[in-house]
């Protein structure tokens, strides 16, 4: 089928069912998103991943009902305006849900980049000569720092 056909058939498609369809893309989405969130509070940012590939199908499966709700928005107000209602709470709880999500990430990442950095520091500090320097104190060297440290990506 192609995308043009797509289209056509998502624009010609009952009203209610058009809007269940939405419905059902968009709380499988908000479902996922919270398990996701969950997931990562725990510290289970492995089993967070692999949410990632059904996240994405959802999110375009609802991107997609969205659109075609756009573009027919006028004849969906006539024929099905509780569904269309029912459909605007639930993007609510999507907002939302994606909210938490992000700072959820947010916070995720501060930690990991804060870990890293102590590490880095830790290994800088190991390396370093500890003898006094002329005026007394604890020569620093800036070239015994660490150069780097190596991170998995897998995790």
Known sequence: MTAAARLAALDTMPAEILCQEAET????????????????????????????????RLAQDYVGFARAIQRVEPRLRLEAPNALDRLRQGHERLATQMAENLKVLA??????????????????????????????VVA???????????VNRAL
């Open 25 to 56: 893309a968009l709380s499988a989405l908000v479902d996922v998103m919270n398990a996701e969130t969950t997931l990562l509070r725990a510290g289970r940012m492995r089993d967070a991943s692999q949410l990632t590939p059904d996240k994405t």
């Open 107 to 136: 916070t995720a990442k501060t930690v990991a980049e804060d870990v890293l950095s102590d590490v880095a520091r830790k290994v800088g500090q190991q390396d370093r000569a500890r003898t006094y320097g002329s005026a007394g």
């Open 140 to 150: 620093t060297d800036p070239s015994a720092a660490a150069r780097g440290i190596a």
